[in-house]
């Protein structure tokens, strides 16, 4: 029996080697992608974990990256209402520039690199534009930066105890506690409501590009265009009976 010759010309194999190599190709490139280390966010920060504590931890957030980067330049990015306008509710985030680039960072998300070329860094609506993508379920409206001027912090009082078995008492010790660093806080506690309703919460009063700003642990936190001293009982009060009904013994923690 005669054995098997190949056609003429021999068996080519030039063809499935080619395929091979471009599959160990892509195998090696996929291989190489998920190795490849994410880029390194340019804080390391630690959030409070406070109730509608977006403005606030955001606050504390700038106030961290200023410790650390100093006056690089770094933005609140709230948007909700309109600049003028007194009472401003909506959502916060830091936008900040490291390294040539914008990133956000924002208590839902933590860091993301914006698509957006530093020399628009002033342009809000530029900006705020890849960062409400994350919220498509929003209408969010008027974008608006806003930072903080130079403040001398007062000196710290009493603080409540953190392990405070009332949360709005814990949240707001914390957020008093952690904005004090940088600037005059006032923290008081009071009652609202009439009968079984009765409640007793807390507010942080502290000034953050030059608005008045109360957060409470129920509602967040509200700015005011008003000029006073956060020390002022009586204004502090008069405030939080806009939000709160039968607000009742507002005093100094």
Request: hydrophobic share 45%; charged share 20%.
């Amino acid at each position: 029996m005669k054995g098997l010759r190949p056609a003429a010309g021999g068996l080519s194999f030039g063809p499935v080697r080619t395929t091979v190599r471009f599959i160990l190709g892509l195998v090696g490139v996929t291989a190489a992608l998920r190795s490849a280390p994410a880029e390194k966010p340019p804080l390391a920060h630690a959030m409070m974990g406070v109730t509608n504590g977006c403005f606030v931890e955001t606050v504390a957030f700038l106030d961290r990256w200023k410790e650390v980067h100093g006056e690089t330049w770094a933005r609140l990015l709230q948007w909700g209402a309109r600049e003028d306008a007194e009472v401003v509710m909506g959502h916060a985030v830091a936008i900040c520039e490291s390294r040539g680039a914008l990133w956000s960072w924002d208590i839902n998300y933590g860091w993301h690199k914006l698509p957006v070329d530093a020399a628009q860094r002033e342009a809000v609506e530029v900006i705020a534009a890849p960062v409400l993508k994350r919220y498509p379920k929003v209408s969010a409206r008027f974008p608006t930066y806003r930072h903080d001027f130079p403040q001398t912090p007062a000196a710290a009082g009493t603080a409540v105890p953190v392990a405070n078995a009332n949360p709005a008492l814990r949240d707001a010790s914390l957020v008093g506690a952690a904005l004090a660093r940088h600037r005059p806080v006032n923290v008081v506690r009071f009652s609202y409501g009439t009968g079984d309703a009765l409640r007793e919460s807390a507010a942080v009063v502290f000034v953050f590009h030059g608005r008045y700003c109360v957060y409470v642990p129920e509602i967040g936190t509200v700015p005011f265009r008003v000029r006073t001293s956060v020390q002022n009982i009586r204004m502090i009060q008069d405030l939080l009976r806009r939000a709160f009904p039968a607000v009742t013994g507002v005093r100094k923690f």
